[in-house]
Antibody
Framework: EVQLVESGGDLVQPGGSLRLSCAAF????????MSWVRQAPGKGLEWVSA????????YYADSVKGRFTISRDNFKNTLYLQMNSLRAEDTAVYYC?????????????WGQGTLVTVSS | EIVMTQSPATLSVSPGERATLSCRAS??????LVWYQQKPGQAPRLLIY???TRATGIPARFSGSGSGTEFTLTISSLQSEDFAVYYC?????????FGQGTKLEIK
């Protein structure tokens, strides 16, 4: 059974840093691209970042480019999101999501989300 | 970046009736359009990919159509469990942008 389990969400001050993790189970992790998607309280979904199965290609939303870094450890079956220079507008539930059969077929599995709150 | 616009923002429909949700892209995304359903407190669920292919386990009452810039999600006979927020997302270009969502509520 496919499972994605996020962790690392916390309350952090503006300008601070946080690293999110997403542990993957039940599929061949290195065969699939992975993404982070966030949802601010009461708002819609915002795609944040993606990484190819090998980790060789990464993509970012303009809103986080230069501040966030996506990475993966295919030996540990874990996806990461390093978030630096955090702002109040980064407050959201962060989901990790697995690509479906191809990168153009959507995200077929999602984690339960981890809450990041940026506030003084 | 490609802007995805969904309409209407809120749709009120009675159980058993048909619901039609729209999604428009600011430029062509070919057929690389997906639909998700999200219920309160839950992660999104993949409904449709490739604009018209139902994901695994999705009931036949859900159907998608369109290509290029205009897309539609149709739910043929609404069940109580279908009342939720629906999002479209393009998977043709980076960044992978979402629409703002359509809330489907009980009339």
């Amino acid at each position: 059974e496919v499972q994605l389990v996020e962790s690392g969400g916390d309350l952090v001050q503006p300008g601070g840093s946080l690293r999110l993790s997403c542990a993957a189970f039940g599929f061949t992790f290195n065969s699939y691209a992975m993404s982070w998607v966030r949802q601010a309280p009461g708002k819609g979904l915002e795609w944040v970042s993606a990484i190819s199965g090998s980790g060789g290609r990464t993509y970012y939303a303009d809103s986080v480019k230069g501040r966030f870094t996506i990475s993966r450890d295919n030996f540990k079956n874990t996806l990461y999101l390093q978030m630096n220079s955090l702002r109040a507008e980064d407050t959201a539930v962060y989901y990790c999501a697995k690509d479906s059969i191809s990168s153009s077929s959507g995200f077929d599995f999602w984690g339960q989300g981890t809450l990041v709150t940026v506030s003084s | 970046e490609i802007v995805m616009t969904q309409s209407p923002a809120t749709l009120s429909v009675s159980p058993g009736e048909r619901a039609t949700l729209s999604c428009r892209a600011s430029q062509s995304v070919s057929s690389n359009l997906v639909w998700y359903q999200q219920k309160p407190g839950q992660a999104p669920r993949l409904l449709i990919y490739g604009a018209s292919t139902r994901a695994t386990g999705i009931p036949a009452r859900f159907s998608g159509s369109g290509s290029g810039t205009e897309f539609t999600l149709t739910i043929s006979s609404l069940q109580s469990e279908d009342f939720a927020v629906y999002y479209c997302q393009q998977h043709n270009n980076w960044p992978r942008t979402f629409g703002q969502g359509t809330k489907l509520e009980i009339k």
